[in-house]
């Protein structure tokens, strides 16, 4: 197996010179070999940029959530679900965006700069192509997919009219990101923070004139919230693609004498197809959680919504963490460091296990005050408050799932991590959700405590599969 897969690799040379023009010497490119070092320093410098990137991704929907809220209930309800939707839709090239990361920080590791480019260039043209289709598909389903939800008129009207918009800007968006995730899986993590400030600061001005209609801007209430995303993801998807095509980079992104190479496709696909397939259950597992929680009534649904907003921003330094982690095993498992590549999984696990003690406490103290930032209704505040603390049961896990899950993804190993996700949701997490309810004195704070014990399972899951070390001898 070694064998075909680095005549596999040897096979694509050619092509990529020709793709990308000259062959790169990676000592002239004024980047951290991040195989050497001190692992716990490699780990923050890496992840620092990382942390405030996703912390910024996170901001958007969170400050169109405290704008929103100022609409009502039926306007958080109904952006709440249609974010979800368009999770669930664009799950294909969050598959192509881990067979990337994987695929660049192994060819890194190995000092194979050439070859890293142009699996940045096969997937960036792949990634067009299904943005291109899922965005049309969105615009003229978005109705029909939020009236089967047995949802009030008025959500689904809402919904739409934010999910239409939204559509539109997930191209832009899925291009950014792929871009992104190639320059975080050759160790650049400062140029896409970079690129996430100027864009979100243009989206945080926008949002509230778009929204209310302030100054000479129409009064576009949800759609102005999706227009403002729309307009900064086009401007952070440009501003990387400058970046990443003028040799700004490690890597290096042209399109010139581009052909499809069905090698490096194949590996690209093979790796993203159970990251794709993870990706949409867990979003679909978000629509079949709004469907068990509609029948309580727009508040459960609006509550629901809410946490899910905070959980996104406290749940981000630890995303960051393990994706800072899962670069790293590729570099080190390119470069032949399974040792110390383990190690650097153990230590980032420690790092955000220690932050989210921090977060739990902070939320514990000050529940209702966070959840006023949101909504001013108290009926609503007393049942997010509630379902938050729930939740706080299941982030103390967060670090065993946020960093290994990345870390065993970052390895190439995306069927494992499908396994688990598919196991621990349809099999634990969303049976509970149904029946805690039902058969229980919980009525609908059933369905948060459904969601820690799936969390505890994954949390058991990735741990075992993570000591057992046979992702090490993932070949990819």
């Known amino acids: ?48 940029p990382m942390i405030v990137n996703e912390i910024l991704w996170s901001i958007g929907p969170t400050i169109d959530m405290i704008w929103l809220g100022r609409l009502g209930a039926t306007s958080i309800a109904g952006v709440g679900i249609s974010a979800i939707i368009v999770m669930v839709l664009m799950a294909a090239w969050w598959g192509i965006g881990a067979g990337t990361r994987a695929l660049v920080a192994r060819f890194v590791g190995a000092g194979n700069i050439p070859n890293a480019n142009h699996v940045l260039q096969q997937a960036f043209v792949i990634g067009g192509v299904c943005a291109a289709v899922i965005a049309t598909l969105g615009v003229f389903l978005a109705e029909s997919l939020l009236s089967i939800f047995g949802l009030e008129a008025e959500v689904v009207a809402q919904g739409a009219a934010y999910l239409r918009v939204q559509f539109v800007g997930s191209a832009a968006m899925a291009l950014w990101v792929i871009l992104e995730m190639g320059m975080y899986a050759s160790g650049d993590a400062i140029r896409p923070m970079r690129i996430t400030m100027v864009a979100r600061a243009v989206h945080l001005i926008l ?136 190690k650097s999984g153990w230590l980032a696990v420690g790092l955000v296990e220690g932050f989210m003690i921090i977060c739990s406490l902070v939320i514990l103290l000050w529940t209702e005050q966070i959840i006023r930032i949101f909504t001013p209704d108290p009926e609503l505040v007393t049942l997010s408050s509630t379902f938050l603390r729930i939740a706080v049961s299941g982030y103390l896990m967060l670090g065993l799932i946020a960093v290994l899950m990345n870390y065993i993804s970052g390895a190439g190993d995306t069927m494992t991590t499908m396994v688990v996700s598919l196991v621990s949701i349809w099999a634990i997490q969303l049976p509970l959700a149904y029946f805690l309810p039902r058969i229980t004195s919980l009525d609908v704070y059933g369905v948060r405590w459904a969601i820690v014990a799936g969390m505890a399972t994954r949390a058991i899951a990735f741990a075992v599969y993570f000591r057992l070390g046979r992702w090490k001898r993932k070949k990819i």
């Open 1 to 48: 197996m070694q064998e075909n897969q680095e005549k596999d690799d040897n096979s694509i040379d050619k092509a990529t010179a020709d793709a990308t023009g000259a062959m790169e010497n990676p000592a002239q490119t004024g980047q951290r070999d991040w195989t050497k070092g001190s692992i716990l320093r490699n780990l923050i410098v890496l992840s620092w």
């Open 207 to 342: 949002d509230p004139f778009l929204i209310f209609g302030w100054w000479i801007f129409p009064r576009m209430g949800v759609s102005g919230a999706a227009t403002a995303n729309l307009i900064s993801y086009a401007l952070g998807m440009s501003i990387a693609m400058w970046y990443i095509s003028s040799g700004r980079t490690r890597l290096r992104l042209t399109l010139r004498n581009f052909r499809f190479n069905p090698v490096i496709l194949w590996r690209i696909i093979r790796i993203g197809i159970p990251a794709s397939i993870s990706s949409i259950q867990r979003s679909l597992s978000g629509l079949v959680f709004m469907w068990i929680l509609a029948p309580f009534g727009t508040i459960a649904v609006a509550a629901h919504t809410l946490v899910q907003r905070i959980e996104m921003f406290v749940f981000m330094p630890g995303m960051a963490l393990g994706m800072a982690a899962g670069v790293l095993v590729g570099q080190n498992l390119g470069a032949n460091l399974s040792q110390r590549a383990e």
